[in-house]
């Protein structure tokens, strides 16, 4: 059996907590930001765990980081 790569791409975009959840950025943080208000500006800025109907998904991507 082959080694199973990992997708580079998720890699730079996931990290694994201690406990084993996953971490993620929020979107909306890239351009267009004169028109949002400094809270939820101030918000984006935070990171957010990765839904729990989607961990299934990530983890095939980054199987290396457990």
Known sequence: M???KT???AAKRFKVTGTGK????K???SHLL???TRKRK???RKKDLVD????AKVRR???NAW
């Open 27 to 29: 979107a909306g943080k």
């Open 22 to 25: 996953i971490k993620r950025n």
């Open 34 to 36: 004169t028109h949002k």
């Open 7 to 9: 997708n580079r791409a």
């Open 42 to 44: 101030r918000r984006l």
């Open 52 to 55: 729990a109907t989607n961990v």
């Open 2 to 4: 082959p080694k199973i």
């Open 61 to 63: 991507l980054i199987p």
